[in-house]
């Protein structure tokens, strides 16, 4: 669900970060900022760099451990009971 108002700071990081691989403009417009790009990325650069965090696109917000849960969503094989090993 799309952020009512437009978020700053950390709140707009978290947003971007988690909405990253779907690309800009839909981070854009989950973050609140609609269709216009150029506030979205003018203000995570400023929320980014505030954090000490060295951006310079979206795609550098998604991490390792964000790949690694990606890849981990597959099906878990595993016995039906701890007897049958």
Known sequence: MPS???LYGTELVDCARANAKQGIETAAYQCGYGDDLNT???ELRQ???KMNLQVKELSELITDQDMILEIGTGEI???DTASEL
Do not use: T
């Open 4 to 6: 009512p108002k437009p």
């Open 77 to 79: 094989i595993a016995p």
């Open 47 to 49: 929320a980014c760099e």
């Open 40 to 42: 979205f990325a003018q």
